[in-house]
């Protein structure tokens, strides 16, 4: 049965790709690396039993690696057995594409952009891997106890890296998230619930990602409502039932370089972009640092 992470990386980036394996190992998830005892006996067969154990495989995306026989032939592998993936991108000012494009095509890749150049930006790098790995796959994988140093005065030890219950969205400027109220804003018109912005985070600020057809669905935990957006209103809002205003489509913002999780949350119908401005949802038709969120 499935049970561990594969990092499929091109040899020029096996020095970082070593670093954020030992660091993974240490927090207690179960990793597959090639250098590591992945590969034994006949490099072909080792890898196809990497891929075929694997529960999500990590590509670390660079032109090298799209320039890669190897890697092309690993990762293809995966896609054909329907393996979760999770890009890591590597390059400042490029964008995957032939084969590598259209594989991670829709995916949220995580910005390991310049993060060998801070200890500060590669832990906040780490930590995004780690949540986006645990978002997608955390169900399927045994996570151990962290392993800590032994030390005379220890410091408290790390918790367990856990699944959280849906994805959080955290506006970067206001810093308020986005939450479903539970109220119906008109009870004889629709069955619509109030969408707000909340300052504390809570279960109803959390909503389970689901894929559709070309864009995805974010229906909130507690309510099990779809969240929408109605551009006639300006206006958030939660539906029982997903239409066309309900279908998302989220992006990495790419100027960010705090090296969080930073993302862009267009609504498909409307072409807007779900931004905050004084305190309340609005929809931008162009991009500006109103329209950024972080994942939490």
């Known amino acids: 049965m499935p049970s561990h ?17 030992d660091r ?13 005892g992945g590969v034994t006996g006949n490099i072909n067969d080792s890898m196809a039993a990497g891929v075929e154990e694997a529960v999500v495989i990590c590509p670390f995306m660079s032109p090298a690696y799209q320039a890669s026989r190897s890697c092309k032939k690993e990762l293809n592998y995966a896609d054909s057995r329907e393996v979760s993936i ?6 400042n000012n490029w964008e995957a594409s032939e084969w590598l494009g259209l594989i991670t095509a829709g995916l949220l890749w995580v910005d390991f952009r310049n993060a060998e150049k801070d200890e500060e930006h590669f832990e906040m790098c780490l930590s995004s891997l780690e949540e986006e790995i645990m978002f997608n796959v955390g ?10 140093e032994v030390v005379d005065q220890p410091e408290p030890s790390k918790p ?3 699944k959280k219950p849906g994805r959080g969205f955290r506006h970067a400027l206001s810093k308020l998230y986005i939450h479903d109220s539970g109220e119906i804003i008109e009870p004889t018109v629709s069955s619509r619930n109030t969408v707000e912005l909340s300052e504390k985070a809570g279960e ?10 070309g864009c995805k669905y974010y ?30 489509l989220m992006l990495v913002d790419q100027t960010d370089q705090s ?38």
């Open 5 to 21: 992470i594969m990092l499929s990386y091109q040899w020029d980036d096996q020095a970082l790709v070593k670093r954020i394996y």
């Open 24 to 36: 993974l190992k240490d927090d207690g998830l179960p990793v597959w690396l090639d250098i590591e």
């Open 86 to 91: 999770v890009p890591v991108m590597l390059t």
């Open 139 to 148: 169900h399927l994988l045994a996570v151990e106890e962290p392993q800590g």
């Open 160 to 162: 367990r890296l856990k």
């Open 204 to 213: 109803h600020c959390y909503w389970l990602e689901i894929k559709g057809n």
């Open 219 to 248: 229906r909130n935990v507690v309510t099990n409502r779809y969240l929408g957006f109605d551009p006639s209103r300006n206006q958030a809002h939660s539906e029982v039932s997903p239409s066309e205003r309900e279908e998302w």
């Open 259 to 296: 090296h969080q999780r930073a993302v862009i949350v267009k609504n498909k119908h409307s072409g807007m972009f779900l931004a905050v401005q004084n305190g309340h949802f609005t929809g931008l038709t162009s991009y500006n640092e109103d329209c950024k969120w972080f994942l939490e």
